[in-house]
């Protein structure tokens, strides 16, 4: 569900077919679709942290 949810984030691999993490740390476009990745992962195993904010 990853891959589909988040192309730009997530892909497959044809030959097993483990998620593979393309972007780390996606773009501030690509975020919104890397959280729903996260929310629709069958096993759970997808987490997200928020950039922390630069200020004290």
Do not use: K, N, Y
């Not at 988040?6 to 975020?31: I, N, T």
């Amino acid at each position: 569900m990853c891959a589909l949810t988040a192309p730009e984030v997530f892909d497959q691999d044809v030959d097993d077919g483990r998620v593979l993490l393309l972007q780390a740390e996606p773009a501030a476009a690509h975020r919104a679709a890397a959280r729903m990745a996260a929310g629709v992962c069958p096993s759970g195993a997808i987490t997200l942290a928020e950039p922390e904010s630069g200020g004290s």
